[in-house]
């Protein structure tokens, strides 16, 4: 299995919802990051974590909260969202000693 | 801190021909990877092709190859033989060597690229 899978594909919320992606892969990765993606725009880097613990947090506000439950799950929870949170989250994994980076097909998310 | 820099917001090709698309970054790093990411209009990103700092052979990857120029601090992406399938967004990005937990993917801007048939 060399796929990263995100669930679910698009997402609308209001403002005051809760709301959780999910991220998995099987590949053994120990190095799972999520991005958020605008239109015609580059991934910015989000949150890394590393052997399940969290080793990078881009001054992400406090309501995207990651979650690392197991090697192979990595979650996003929102909360209270903005309209400008709108975007395209994307996960990705890395294995240890690799360098390239794999990417899931994204959660098209819409916060109304 | 590093930057990558793509100068072209869109190019277009037409199907069969060959385009190339340019990347520069600046660092001072020594030992890095360099990279170029597809992501077609379905928005899955996949990696395209990949380069070793230390490698002075540029990388290929059947109809995908590279063209690194490292005291310029350039790396293009050649496509051969264009096909419709090529068209997407492509990003250069750059990422520090040896880093573990802490590796970060510096992207650039991007480029759209058109293939015609």
């Known amino acids: 299995d060399t796929e990263v899978t995100q669930t679910p594909k698009h997402l609308v919320m209001g403002m005051t919802n809760k709301k959780s992606l999910k991220c998995e892969q099987h590949?053994?990765?120990?190095?799972m990051y999520w991005y958020k993606q605008k239109a015609k725009k580059p991934p910015e880097l989000m949150f890394v974590?590393?052997?399940?613990?969290?080793?990078i947090n881009e001054s992400v506000p406090s309501r995207f909260s990651p979650e690392c439950p197991n090697s192979s799950l990595l979650n996003l929870h929102l909360h209270a969202l903005q309209p400008e949170d709108s975007a395209l989250y994307l996960c990705?994994?890395?294995?240890?000693?690799?360098?390239?980076?794999?990417f899931g097909p994204g959660t098209r998310l819409t916060v109304l | 801190a590093q930057t990558v820099t793509q100068s072209q917001p869109e190019m277009s090709v037409q199907e069969a021909e060959t385009v190339t698309l340019s990347c520069t970054y600046d660092?001072?790093?020594?030992?890095?990877?360099l990279f170029w990411y597809k992501q077609p209009p379905s928005r899955q990103m996949i990696l395209v092709i990949r380069?070793?700092?230390?490698?002075?052979q540029n990388a290929t990857e059947n109809r995908f190859s590279v063209n690194f120029q490292k005291a310029a601090k350039s790396f293009s992406l050649k496509i051969s033989d264009s096909q419709l399938g090529d068209t997407a967004m492509y990003f250069c990005?750059?990422?520090?060597?040896?880093?573990?937990?802490?590796?970060?993917?510096?992207f650039g801007k991007g480029i759209t690229l058109s293939v015609r048939p």
């Open positions: 990005a750059f990422m520090k060597q040896n880093t573990g937990a802490n590796s970060k993917l510096t």
């Open positions: 990705a994994s890395r294995g240890q000693g690799r360098d390239e980076q794999f």
């Open positions: 590949m053994g990765h120990r190095a």
């Open positions: 660092t001072s790093e020594s030992n890095y990877y």
């Open positions: 974590y590393s052997y399940e613990k969290l080793s």
């Open positions: 380069q070793e700092a230390y490698k002075q």
